[in-house]
């Protein structure tokens, strides 16, 4: 007889936990800052000029879900 345990590898499910709680972090983070370079824009239109800013911070919160990402490549 085939118990669900057996047939189920805790290193699978671990490394999908890891991915998917992993991001997210970073995509409340990327919602935050997109949401406050909307909302700073819409108060005052010369704010546009700093879209590359935000577009950096950006890139900075998505690094932390790629590093979950590429973590489960290391766990064994």
């Known amino acids: 007889m085939l118990y669900l345990a057996e047939a189920v590898n805790s290193a699978i499910i671990g490394k999908g936990l890891m991915v998917g709680l992993g991001f997210i972090g970073p995509a409340i983070g990327i919602g935050i800052i997109g949401g406050n370079y909307l909302q700073a824009v819409g ?10 800013q935000a577009l950096v911070f950006v890139a900075i919160v ?3 879900g790629l590093l979950a990402f590429a973590s489960t490549f290391i766990v064994k």
């Not at 108060?43 to 590359?52: D, I, V």
């Open 62 to 64: 998505e690094l932390f």
């Open 43 to 52: 108060r005052n239109p010369e704010a546009a000029k700093f879209f590359g």
